[in-house]
């Protein structure tokens, strides 16, 4: 079920958007409802995630957007799309800018501008890997 976990996301962490093939530790098939919290491990409720992501998320489903200070669910890659809550930011794309409060607080809790991140995707960029099509 890994695999085709890692398929449906094209081999892209569903929250940063890195590949996994570049990121330097394994990516997990990440439950989006926690176990902990009565989540499955059924392929409905799995997201492909780097180790950050999935660390940085734990055991949490909600967040606080920092612009209005409402505490939100956080980003649902099985409900939600991508592009509806982030964008790429910067004139070089280096970083995710929640534009929703969903995007916002999942941004933030997820650390989803961190440095090594930027390091990555800059990399990726020099060579036309990055952002991701
Ligand atoms: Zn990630």
């Known amino acids: 079920m890994r695999r085709e976990v890692a398929n449906r996301a094209k081999h892209l962490c569903e929250y940063c958007r890195i590949p996994d093939a570049f990121a330097p530790d394994a990516f997990e098939a990440e439950h989006v409802t926690p176990v902990c ?3 499955q491990s059924l392929f409905e409720n799995l997201a492909w995630a780097c ?3 999935n ?3 734990s055991v949490h489903m ?3 957007d920092p612009l209005s200070g409402l505490t939100v669910s956080f980003f649902n890659p099985r409900q939600d799309a991508w592009s509806d809550h982030f964008a790429w930011a910067g004139g070089d794309s280096l970083f995710i800018e ?3 409060p969903v995007g916002r607080a999942t941004v933030t809790r997820l650390r989803m501008n961190r440095p ?3 390091n990555l995707r800059l990399l990726l ?3 036309g890997k990055h952002p991701p099509h």
Do not use: D, Q, Y
């Open 51 to 53: 180790g950050g992501c």
């Open 125 to 127: 960029s020099s060579v």
């Open 62 to 64: 909600t967040g606080v």
């Open 55 to 57: 660390a940085f998320k």
């Open 98 to 100: 929640g534009i929703t």
């Open 116 to 118: 090594g991140l930027r």
């Open 37 to 39: 919290r009565g989540g």
